[in-house]
């Protein structure tokens, strides 16, 4: 099985809907990170939370929110679809488990289409 | 400017060939350097970690890091084409600070 899951896989939707991509891992870690990806623009960070109490915004944080309803599991939220969310979205963990907190797993992605 | 900047290719090159990564960086805070490798369809996974300055080889690959000129490098030797993917820099200025990605060279190793 894999340690970092995202659903859904894909998801076409329309502008001004609400939608939530679901991150989960069984790999202990304590720290989750949100990222999308778009050509030419590479990984750009939108939230991470370093426990279920401590949350932060990256790099592209306006029109997402997030949730971290438990150690393993953290969503993403888009309150109001617009076309430029178009991308694909990534979650990511890293734990000290790992040795340090500079390996971050990553789940296979979320392909998201905005109309 | 860009924190972090990658020539995103594509680039081509035969089996058994000698390959070249590449990216520069603005911040000179910058102490964790990473290479991730990406295939189609899949998430990123870590390939390579350096901190600091120095050379560390793995195998067929070999990570470079110059903070003088804030230049790293990823050398593939003996190319196959499994090693067809994106290659993915990132750097962070502390253990679990923000990681800072590239936007990826595109690889095809061709048999």
């Known amino acids: 099985d894999a340690d970092v899951t995202q659903t859904p896989r894909n998801r076409i939707t329309k502008t001004g809907k609400r939608i939530m991509l679901e991150c989960s891992q069984t790999?202990?870690?304590?720290?989750m990170y949100w990222y999308r990806q778009d050509p030419g623009l590479g990984l750009r960070l939108i939230y991470y939370?370093?426990?279920?109490?401590?949350?932060n915004k990256g790099e592209i944080s306006d029109g997402y929110s997030v949730s971290r309803q438990a150690q393993a599991k953290f969503s993403l939220s888009l309150e109001s679809a617009i076309p430029n969310q178009t991308a694909l979205y990534f979650c990511?963990?890293?734990?000290?488990?790992?040795?340090?907190?500079?390996?971050?797993?990553f789940g296979p992605g979320t392909r998201l289409t905005v109309l | 400017q860009k924190e972090v900047e990658q020539d995103p290719g594509p680039l081509s090159v035969p089996e058994g060939a000698i390959v070249s990564l590449n990216c520069t960086y603005s911040?000179?805070?910058?102490?964790?350097f990473m290479w991730y490798r990406q295939y189609s369809r899949k998430g990123p996974e870590l390939l390579m970690y350096?901190?600091s300055s120095g050379n560390k080889e793995d195998g067929r690959f070999t990570a470079q890091v110059d903070k003088s000129s804030k230049y790293i490098s990823l050398f593939i030797r003996d190319s196959q084409p499994s090693d067809s993917a994106t290659y993915l820099c990132?750097?962070?200025w502390g253990t679990g600070n923000q990681f800072y990605f590239g936007t990826g060279t595109s690889l095809t190793v061709i048999p």
């Open positions: 911040n000179s805070a910058f102490q964790y």
């Open positions: 790999k202990g870690h304590d720290r």
């Open positions: 939370s370093f426990d279920v109490k401590d949350i």
């Open positions: 990132a750097m962070s």
């Open positions: 990511a963990t890293s734990g000290v488990l790992a040795g340090d907190y500079n390996e971050q797993f």
């Open positions: 350096t901190y």
